[in-house]
Nanobody
């Protein structure tokens, strides 16, 4: 129905920046909110950014607020996560997700569609 493919992960030194991308394809008209999540082995998946596609409003947890920015290019069906001032604690697999509901959310259980993830590694 909807496919998501992330890219842009990699290795960076602490204090550096990365931009993650997520390409949506398929029946994308049904998507009304999207988010970025991350997960490390043995830990729950954590929401780091979400956007409501209707009004463009965004939400972030305190752990990344002011450092991460989520944005959407509707014409290209692309979702981005710009990350600045990265620390070792940001090391994780990062996932793009989408949902039919209009409300943005950092709760991964709200999302139906998921990408395969892209690894971000930050060395201190």
């Amino acid at each position: 129905e909807v496919q998501l493919v992330e890219s842009g992960g990699g290795s960076v030194q602490a204090g550096g920046s990365l931009r993650l991308s997520c390409k949506s394809s398929g029946y994308t008209i049904i998507i009304n909110a999207m988010g970025w999540f991350r997960q490390t082995p043995g830990k729950d998946r954590e929401g780091v950014a979400s956007i409501a596609l209707g009004d463009g409003t965004t939400t972030y947890p305190d752990s990344v607020k002011g450092r991460f920015t989520i944005s959407r290019d509707k014409s290209e069906d692309m979702l981005y996560l710009q990350m600045h001032n990265l620390t070792a604690e940001d090391t994780a697999m990062y996932f793009c997700a989408a949902r039919k509901g209009a409300l943005k959310s950092l709760d991964p259980s709200w999302y139906t569609y998921w990408g395969q993830g892209t690894q971000v590694s930050v060395s201190s």
